[in-house]
């Protein structure tokens, strides 16, 4: 997986049953792109430091996921 700032995050498999979390890339702590990454969740309105699973994929900047609507 690789991302860059800008890049929004989704994790479709959280714990607990709730919904899918969407963030925005902040932050990269590797130059290539390469996990982990300071996350914005669009719902909390809060950072973290992200290290994503397999259930997480990343959609670039400008780009529209179909499953955002």
Not at 17 to 43: A, C, F, Q, S
């Amino acid at each position: 997986m690789k991302a860059a700032v800008g890049d929004r995050l989704v994790v479709e498999n959280t714990y607990g049953g709730e919904p899918r979390k969407i963030g925005v890339i902040v932050e990269l702590r590797n130059l290539d792109g390469t996990p982990p990454y300071v996350v914005r969740w669009m719902d909390a309105e809060h950072e973290t430091l992200v290290f994503p699973g397999p259930d997480a994929h990343v959609v670039p900047k400008g780009e529209r996921d179909r499953s955002f609507r």
